[in-house]
């Protein structure tokens, strides 16, 4: 059974570029969930879509959005980039919603803002 | 707002010993669930343990457990035998389904080094 897939794993943009990052989670997951992982903040929630509808957003700005596709795959997008937007941008996937539910974890990509 | 502490950035075991991982959360939900996972150099986190705030007894996954006490707030990781495969960094996590938000709340994590 093939695990959470990030593409692309590493990607460097400059500074006022947009990035489109994507997500595609374990084959009958419904649940897709994103973080930001730096090394001041550590790892902050993003969003987290459930059948293609976003069902909560962490705090971050309006440049920070995502959606969810009908085959459950992800994206996530971020405009206007800014330095601090570097960072390893993690996804994970869930059979479905709940306190129990194991989130299964993708290897990440790695954002570099130049 | 939920919080979650680990006090040791780093910590460091030999091989074959044991070494208990520190981690405190701060709450007002009374059901939830902690988690402890594992992020090796390849970057990808993998759970390592969890422990639902209702059950009294600690969990348990081979050579890992945990030392749940619930009115403290306090949920510590224990590796016994260490392994070199087990050095990673170790993050402490929080989920309650307050307001339906799922999100996983994490600690800013422990570096574990095992030295051979």
């Known amino acids: 059974k093939a695990g959470v897939t990030q593409t692309p794993r590493y990607l460097i943009k400059t500074r006022g570029q947009q990035v489109t990052l994507s997500c595609s989670p374990i084959s009958g997951h419904r649940s897709v969930s994103w973080y930001q992982q730096t090394p001041g903040q550590g790892l902050q929630f993003l969003f987290e879509?459930?059948?293609?509808?976003?069902?909560n957003k962490g705090n971050f700005p309006g440049r920070f959005s995502g959606r969810q596709f009908s085959n459950s795959r992800s994206e996530m997008n971020v405009s206007t980039l800014e330095l601090g937007d570097s960072a390893l941008y993690l996804c994970a996937s869930s059979y479905a919603l709940g306190l129990n539910t194991e989130a299964f974890f993708g290897q990440g990509t790695r954002l570099t803002v130049v | 707002a939920q919080t979650v502490t680990q006090s040791q950035p780093e910590m460091s075991v030999q091989e074959a010993e044991t070494v208990t991982l520190s981690c405190t959360y701060d709450t007002s939900e009374s059901d939830y669930y902690l988690f402890w996972y594992k992020q090796p150099p390849s970057r990808q986190m993998i759970l390592v343990i969890r422990?639902?705030?209702?059950?009294?007894q600690n969990a348990t996954e081979n050579r890992f457990s945990v030392n749940f006490q619930k009115a403290a707030k306090s949920f510590s990781l224990k590796i016994s035998d260490s392994q070199l495969g087990d050095a990673a960094m170790y993050f402490c996590?929080?989920?309650?389904?307050?307001?339906?938000?799922?999100?996983?709340?994490f600690g800013k994590g422990t570096l574990l080094t095992v030295n051979p």
């Open positions: 422990q639902e705030a209702y059950k009294q």
């Open positions: 879509y459930f059948s293609e509808t976003q069902r």
């Open positions: 996590a929080y989920r309650s389904d307050g307001g339906s938000n799922y999100k996983l709340t």
